[in-house]
């Protein structure tokens, strides 16, 4: 991996775009990277590095579309694709900004659109396939608010079992379905050909 | 904030395009790999960045998509600068590394090539480094299979001590373990000591446990040969504190000896064997023993014993165990009579022919299901959705007996309306008519609904697009019903997606065959629509070539969903090829002769980069002869010969010769050989241009010279003009045109399609002849399935042979073979216009006329005084066969075969033809059809020489007399 570092640049010139990871034959650039953390897609937070997150959600993104090709067809509401659309439009200043920020990107209108739409695809087949992850029993529920009873308290006064059970089932159920999702994303990674080509920065 | 910190500390990380560099021209694009430049044309082709063009930055993500495209480099990175007010690209090729490392550290245990022969068994020679736990884990397990019971195995990225590597492996194997204690533990004592023997377990060698379990699956595997189905060996594992030692515990069951039988003899023993495979399974537990007792219940009710019952009872005794099966077969059920009740549009007659099932045959359930199953389909088919069947099984009354049933099939049918297509509309289609789309469909207006048809159709119809480059085409078929059900209207609507077109065509893995030669086969040019069967055909073609061992044609996305790279990846055959092996042969002539040989061969493939291809084949001989002739003194006396024999044939193949769609090959043989009573030497050359036209048409011209020479001669004079014939003494050089036209659906058993030829050949003296004919040669076949019973075949044909030999002077010569001189001593001729012997027409035979012996068709002055057929200036042949398939691979034919040859074309009259009929057997081998053919004459017999004609012909040969 090294390697990738090999290819020193001249003096003054600037590396505008590269690989940085290979998902079962695909290429991710840089600029694919960038437009993550540029167009809003990804917030990066307290991550050391933002384009080592963003490849990782890219190489994520990646293989979920690939599992998703495997399957029935996922359509993306034209609504919801306008929307978001229109959400990263209002992210710029002003029309030329937005645009100067695309050419800079490397995209057009129909690439945005399609970044866009591939986004919406891999969320929706995710929600989808992980839709009707099983209830927690009511063992369960019991077994965590005794072990989380801090967690529900209102106003001071601590929720009787009853009185917190819709937001029991709530965590539990997200959790268990963060939890699926979680593992399953570990099989899809297990399971395809991935090459990081870009090094994150030494510590 | 975070990403703008991390530019401003690395911009050649990040890649933020600095706005300055953006729409500026670009002055030059340098490709570069290990800071050297690259020159090639294939990867200039693919910068998309060009010097004169605005630096952009969605041109650079194709640019380097389309490098990575060709599968030889992990990384591309583009680097620009600005050069005054223009901008230089560097585009840095980082090319892949040869095989994904996994390195091993630390403490292995077992030697390094052990540990990775296991990874590479199950992962390949380059796992992917995000396999790293499963590897990890493999060669965990592969350790403690050697008795490194305690060992770990950690997965570390980017390890100092193994640099370059996906994958580092860090292994403490911990202690080897050893046998401890063993114990060996039985059903009984004499089998305990029995496996002690056999899996002897030294206390202080190292523990094994595949070894171990070899060894007991071994033992266990012995004892169920000798029928105690039951044996199992298995073992216990207790291992000390540190992992040290291990104490086992070998657990050993013998179980019963089995016995399997059926009373009453109701099975054979190989039929006992077959439905209860106790002793190849080694097993006989409850769920083997219930699928016997079905097996036989179900050979049996498919002889028609509908009442068949099998059942099994365990008997144990003492260390034995009886397995004893009881048959009952009951009554056979025989069909008596097949009725169809119900039927209306279709009738018993349409339905009759769909049954397996037969009067007298008898009964099996399974067979009346698929009848069933084969009259609904009819009746759906046809356009009846809510048809129904159901059967019903009557007995004859007063007919039962206790040996046999016979039963009335009756087939109650529910035909139901019949659903005619009303309107077939077509909805979506931008880029064809709906005339093009809907030509050759199968739903049509006014004709029976049948959904399978449907949708066929809506396939059919995606092909098409598929085919034009609408790779994202939908076709949605439905169907709206009248609530009458009678008739339907079918809906196809389309939506066809984007054309996909071909950008780049990127060839790859080639480096002995140009890629010149690789793009003139692919259908695939840039520009073009993206067509799956032009994929197809593009494989195929190259696959055609004979010079690749793997073709791959793989698509590569494109930023743009309407074009796509396409990336042809070859693995070249080896070029070279070298055969060579010996012999002996044995033959018993006057005496047995020994000749050993040997021969040796070589060929060359893709000549100078393109598909040609050369070939060296030799064979030598030696061959030792005895015979007796007489000496001078007329007494018999051996002589002993030692003849070589040879054979070299040097061969050269150029498709596509000069730019033409035309195979060239040249071929030149030199043979020198011996016979029992003659040797001869041949010599040939050949020259011939092939090409096909369209899909059936074959044209090919060819010039071709032969030599050969008789000597050693001991030829009896009955077997000269023969000999003389296959060996003609003259030289012959020619040139001739043929042109072929073939539909027939298989080369070695037609039964459709025609075959159409017409050959002709000029031998003339200034290309090389020194005899000069002229010949054509007219043929035609026909074969035709009868619809109405696929299984016969009628096959008819005819063939028209004409020649003429051009004068010539030939020596006369006495009965001696000496000159005769004229009265001034010079040689005397004759001027003689004949074919040569080997260029005439024959006619009799195996794949002529088969009421004849080989060649023994013609008129009388196609014969010489002793009978021997000498051939003809023209032929005619007809032919006419029936062909029939009895069973499986077996059938029988009839045929009637009728011509003549004539000594001159003048003589050729369809009045004056000699006849032959008869029948024949065939079965189809693996290797073609192999065939018996009995013929006889019609009409007066007739006599050759000394000769009376038989009136009977048997031939035996493969493959079909036309």
């Not at chain 2, 300055?20 to 021209?25: A, D, H, I, K, V």
């Not at chain 2, 002793?866 to 398939?885: F, K």
């Amino acid at each position: 991996m090294l390697t990738a570092w090999a290819a020193a640049p001249v003096r003054g010139a600037q590396v505008v775009d590269r690989v940085v990871a290979i998902v079962s034959g695909t290429v991710i650039l840089l600029s694919d990277a960038r437009a993550e953390l540029e167009l809003g897609l990804l917030d990066p937070g307290a991550a050391r590095d933002p384009i080592e997150a963003a490849m990782q959600r890219l190489i994520d993104r990646r293989l979920v579309l690939d599992e998703a090709g495997r399957g029935d067809r996922v359509d993306v509401d034209p609504a919801a694709l306008g929307q978001a659309l229109d959400g990263m439009r209002q992210r710029f200043a002003s029309d030329a900004e937005y645009r100067r920020a695309l050419a800079g990107l490397g995209l057009d209108e129909r690439g945005l659109q399609r970044l866009v739409r591939d986004t919406l695809t891999a969320r929706q087949y995710v929600e989808r396939r992980f839709d009707s992850v099983l209830p927690p029993t009511e063992e369960e529920l019991r077994e965590y608010y005794a072990s989380h009873a801090a967690r529900f308290v209102r106003n001071g006064r601590q929720l009787t079992f009853d009185d917190a059970l819709a937001d029991l089932t709530a965590i539990l159920q997200r959790e268990r379905r963060e939890q699926a999702e979680s593992a399953w994303m570990d099989r899809l990674r297990r399971r395809a050909d991935i090459r990081e080509v870009y090094q994150s920065r030494p510590k | 904030m975070a990403l703008a910190f991390l530019c401003w500390g690395a911009p050649e990380v990040c890649g933020q395009v600095p706005d300055q560099l953006l729409g500026r021209e670009v002055r030059e694009t340098r490709l570069r790999s290990g800071g050297q430049a690259v020159q090639d044309a294939q990867l200039e082709g693919l910068v998309e960045i060009r010097p004169g063009q605005p630096f952009a930055m969605d041109a650079v993500r194709e640019t380097i998509v389309h490098l990575m495209g060709m599968g030889r480099y992990i990384d591309v990175q583009v680097s620009a600068f600005a050069e005054g007010d223009r901008v230089r690209v560097d585009i840095d090729l980082v090319p892949l590394p040869e095989g994904r490392r996994v390195a091993f550290t630390g403490d292995l245990g077992l030697p390094e090539r052990t540990l990775r022969a296991a990874v590479e068994e199950r992962f390949g020679a380059s796992p992917a480094g995000n396999r790293a736990p499963d590897i990890a884990r493999a060669v965990k397990e592969r350790l403690a299979d050697d008795g490194y019971l305690r060992a770990s195995v950690d997965a570390r990225p980017n390890e100092p001590a193994a640099p370059g590597a996906d994958t580092v492996l860090h292994v403490t194997s911990g202690p080897r373990a050893v046998v401890g204690t063993v114990s060996y533990r039985a059903d009984d004592p004499a089998v305990a000591r029995d496996i002690q023997s056999r899996v002897p377990l030294r206390s202080g060698a190292y523990f094994n446990r595949v070894e171990l379990r070899r060894r007991l699956d071994n033992a266990a595997e012995r004892y169920r040969s000798q029928r105690y189905y039951e044996a199992r060996a298995d073992y216990t594992v207790e291992e000390s504190e540190r992992g040290e030692s291990v104490d086992l515990t070998i657990s050993f069951v013998r179980g019963p000896r089995v016995t399997v039988s059926v009373k009453d003899k109701a099975l054979t023993p190989s039929q006992l064997a077959e439905f209860v495979p106790a002793e190849r399974e080694g097993s006989i537990d409850e769920d083997l023993l219930e699928d016997s007792e079905a097996r036989i219940e179900d050979y049996l009710r498919a002889q028609g014993y509908r009442d068949a019952d099998a059942s099994y009872e365990r008997l144990a005794k003492g260390d034995r165990l009886e397995i004893d099966f009881t048959v009952k077969q009951g009554a056979l059920y025989r069909v008596a009579d097949i009725r169809f009740e119900g039927t209306g549009a279709v009738g018993a007659s349409d339905l009759a022919p769909l049954m397996s099932l037969a009067k007298g045959q008898p009964f099996v359930q399974s067979r009346l299901d698929a009848d069933t199953r084969a009259v609904l389909a009819a009746y759906r088919q046809r356009g009846y959705a809510d048809a129904s069947a159901r059967p019903a099984i009557e007995p004859v009354p007063g007919a039962r007996t206790a040996g046999e049933a016979p039963v009335v099939v009756v087939m109650r049918i529910e035909e139901g309306p019949q659903t005619i297509v009303s309107a077939v509309e077509v909805t979506g289609t931008r880029s064809l008519t709906e005339a093009d789309l809907t030509a050759g469909l199968a739903t049509r207006v006014d004709g029976p609904l049948y959904e399978p048809d449907v949708q066929a159709d809506r396939d059919r119809m995606l092909v098409t697009y598929l085919n034009l480059g609408y790779r994202a085409a939908q076709i949605d078929a439905s169907v709206t019903v009248s609530a009458d059900r009678r008739s339907a209207r079918v809906r196809f609507a389309i939506q066809e997606g984007p054309k996909v077109y071909v950008d780049h065509v990127l060839v790859v893995g080639n480096n002995r065959v140009s890629e010149a030669t690789i793009r003139r086969e692919l259908l695939l040019k840039p520009g073009e629509p993206l067509g799956l069967q032009a994929i197809e055909d593009s494989q195929r073609r190259l696959a055609a070539l004979g010079v690749f061992r793997r073709v791959t044609l793989s698509e590569l996305q494109h930023e743009a969903d309407d074009r796509r790279d396409i990336l042809v990846t070859v693995e070249e055959a080896p070029a070279t090829t070298l055969g060579w092996g010996g012999g002996v042969e044995f033959q018993e002539v006057e005496n047995i002769e020994v000749a050993p040989r040997g021969f040796f061969e070589i060929g060359r493939r893709n000549l100078w980069g393109r598909n040609r291809s050369i070939n060296f084949f030799s064979r030598v001989s030696l061959r030792r002869r005895t015979f007796t002739e007489l000496d001078q003194t007329a007494q018999p006396v051996d002589v002993t010969t030692t003849n070589v024999e040879y054979r070299v044939i040097g061969s050269y193949r150029e498709p596509r010769f000069a730019g033409t769609a035309a195979d060239l090959q040249v071929a030149i043989g030199f043979e020198q050989g011996s016979r029992t009573s003659f040797s001869y030497r041949s010599e040939s050359a050949r020259v011939n241009l092939s090409q096909r036209y369209r899909e059936h048409w074959n044209l090919q011209g060819q010039y071709s010279i032969e030599r050969n020479d008789i000597f050693d001669d001991r030829i009896n004079p009955l077997d000269r003009p023969l000999i003389y014939r296959l060996f003609e003494q003259v030289r012959i050089g020619s040139v001739s045109l043929t042109g072929v036209r073939s539909t027939r659906d298989d080369l070695f058993n037609p039964k459709r399609g025609t075959i159409v030829g017409l050959n002709g050949e000029l031998a003339l003296r200034p290309i090389g002849s020194e005899v000069g004919f002229a010949k054509t040669f007219l043929q035609g076949f026909v074969y035709r399935q009868l619809p109405s019973s696929p299984r016969v075949v009628f096959a008819a044909g005819a063939r028209l042979g004409l020649g003429a030999g051009f004068p010539r002077e030939v020596p006369r010569i006495t009965p001696d073979g000496e000159p005769i001189l004229g009265p001034d001593g010079t040689q005397l001729t004759s001027t003689v216009q004949d074919l040569p012997a080997s260029e005439r027409y024959f006619a009799g035979g195996d794949t002529t006329i088969r009421g004849f012996q080989l060649d023994h068709v013609g008129e009388p002055d196609t014969f010489d005084r002793d009978g021997t057929p000498i051939g003809g200036r023209a032929e005619l042949v007809l032919n006419g066969e029936v062909r029939m398939e009895l069973w499986k691979d077996l059938g029988v034919v009839g045929f009637l075969d009728a011509g003549n040859v004539y000594s001159s074309v003048s003589n050729l009259s369809l009045g004056r033809v000699r006849a032959g009929a008869g029948f024949g057997l065939r079965y189809n081998s693996p290797v073609g059809p192999f065939r018996v053919d009995f013929g006889f004459k019609l009409g007066t017999l007739r006599t050759y020489g000394p000769n009376r004609e038989d009136r009977f012909a048997l031939h035996i040969s493969i493959g079909q007399a036309f």
